[in-house]
């Protein structure tokens, strides 16, 4: 059985997705879930991009101790040098060391020629070398390079220590059987490939990035690059689990291979990434979509509850979905509580649990049955609030068929109540202007969707929208059992994301 080595960029190439962007303690959160989940390499992000990157990495970093951890870094000393600082306390560390070596970026982006390029490449995979005992390096657009370029340059790398060569395809414009043969083409004509581990970067502008993400482990690929639920620039990334689950449940295709994720953790992962960063997740999205193990027609109802298999090819318990629970009320202690919460993955401190039980408290008290995404969404909504600026204390509106909505909201900043009123075209609308007049930004909605998080007329709603400020579009999210209620911390969330 081999290994395939899954190197996780959701913090990299996810977070580089617009209105994707994630706080430092997001990422760390997101990070001790990919490290339980079971990924071999988490990218952490790109240390040179900003101050705020190079702390995030770093806090991962020092805290993550199964998974190897890597910063990114262009071919430049800087970079090299900040991404190597950043991963330096990491128990495995790794340099992503890039280049692009097409005809049209080397001709559009460097105006430099193939030979000044090769280089370049080697001089930093040199640098980075002795900086870092773990180099991977990128040939960007590798799927339109010139192949004896191509070639020339992975030999050279791997002679200066490059120990991963990432088959990039930049811009999702190959299909299967191409990326197959240029794998093979790779380990053909590249004499020291041997002595390299063969990795694909796909991104799904055709929608094949997970189909040629698998063509490329069987032409002979070793590693995968991928993110949860796909997120990624453009149209995104290879989606981790569409890759790892197809590799098991494809056992006859796959047989000589495994990856080391407990696929059980998949789907709480991905409500987190999902709620990060505020992208919300298709219904229809393979593995992990609400739909993707829903059954509608009545035939197929009917055979899969005489057996399953029929029309069901993975079991929904693999990939952590045991169906809604119900599971506290209104009497449940905080130990059952606890225990709840550990059960889906979060780590908390006590004083964190203490905080959970309280909202938990005043959401019973609002709702007989407290089932596990109620939970999840309570969570995640006080992760979002410790860190907010501006504090949601009261808001009220009304409306009806005759009356000009009207909105009145009660925000604390900076230990100071703020009280503002305001009309509008509909509630939401309202209780936006009268944000915006304490705040004094002005929001453009882009976006906004309302969904149950659970069924019942007593469900909690929850609100995610995407807003542009300033020409920064940004995402948030909420949750309450009142709508309105729920699209204003949506708001807050936004707003308390542009002011950090
Ligand atoms: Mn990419």
Redesign the pocket.
């Known amino acids: 059985m081999e290994k395939i080595i899954i190197f996780d960029?959701t913090l990299r190439?996810g977070e580089?997705a617009p209105g994707a962007a994630m706080s430092s303690s997001q990422k760390l959160e997101i990070a001790f879930q990919l490290e339980k989940l079971g990924v071999d390499v988490i990218e952490a992000g790109f240390p040179i991009a900003s101050p705020d990157d190079f702390k995030a990495v770093e806090m991962v970093a020092r805290s993550i101790k199964k998974s190897s951890v890597c910063g990114l870094a262009r071919c430049i000393k800087a970079d090299i040098e900040a991404a190597a600082k950043s991963v330096k306390k990491a128990k495995s560390p790794r340099l992503h060391v890039f280049l692009a070596t097409s005809k049209i970026h080397m001709r559009y982006k460097f105006r430099k020629v193939e030979d000044e390029i090769l280089d370049l490449a080697v001089k930093s995979t040199r640098l980075a070398r002795r900086l870092c005992p773990e180099i991977e390096f990128s040939p960007e657009d590798a799927t339109r390079t010139e192949r004896d370029f191509l070639y020339r340059i992975i030999e050279s790398v791997i002679n200066e220590g490059a120990s991963t060569i990432n088959i990039?395809d930049?811009v999702g414009y190959s299909y299967p059987q191409e990326v197959h043969s240029l794998i093979t083409d790779i380990m053909d004509n590249v004499p020291n490939i041997n002595r390299a581990v063969i990795s694909i970067?796909c991104?799904d502008d055709l929608g094949m990035a997970t189909a040629n993400s698998l063509s490329a482990v069987l032409a002979g690929a070793r590693q995968v690059?991928c993110t949860i639920n796909g997120i990624?620039?453009r149209a995104g990334?290879a989606s981790l689990e569409e890759v790892v689950m197809s590799i098991k449940t494809r056992r006859d295709v796959f047989k000589d291979f495994s990856t080391g994720i407990n696929t059980k953790n998949i789907f709480n992962i991905s409500r987190l990434v999902s709620s990060f960063t505020g992208f919300v997740v298709p219904p229809n999205k393979a593995v992990v979509g609400k739909n993707a193990f829903r059954h509608e027609s009545g035939i197929h109802q009917d055979a899969i509850l005489k057996k399953r298999i029929t029309y069901e090819i993975m079991d929904p318990k693999d990939v952590g979905l045991g169906g809604t629970r119900l599971v506290l009320g209104k009497h449940s202690g905080r130990h059952a509580l606890d225990r709840r919460l550990k059960g889906l993955g979060f780590r908390l401190t006590q004083s964190r649990v203490n905080e959970v039980f309280r909202s938990f408290k005043k959401l019973a008290d609002k709702k007989k049955e407290v089932f596990d995404d109620d939970l999840i969404a309570l969570v995640e909504d006080q992760t979002r609030e410790k860190k907010m600026a501006y504090q949601l204390l009261s808001v009220k509106v009304t409306t009806g068929t005759d009356t000009v909505p009207q909105a009145a909201v009660k925000i604390k900043y900076k230990k100071k109540t703020f009280e503002a009123k305001s009309t509008g075209d509909g509630p939401v609308d309202a209780c936006y202007k009268a944000v915006d007049k304490i705040t004094s930004l002005s929001g453009r909605l882009l976006d906004y969707r309302i969904e149950a998080v659970t069924s019942g007329k007593d469900a909690m709603g929850e609100a995610s929208i995407k807003v542009s400020i300033k020409n920064k579009v940004i995402s948030g999210r909420g949750s309450s059992t009142d709508i309105i209620e729920a699209s204003v911390l949506a708001y807050l969330n936004a707003v308390n994301k542009y002011a950090l």
């Open positions: 960029t190439d580089q990039p930049t970067h991104h690059h990624g620039e990334n």
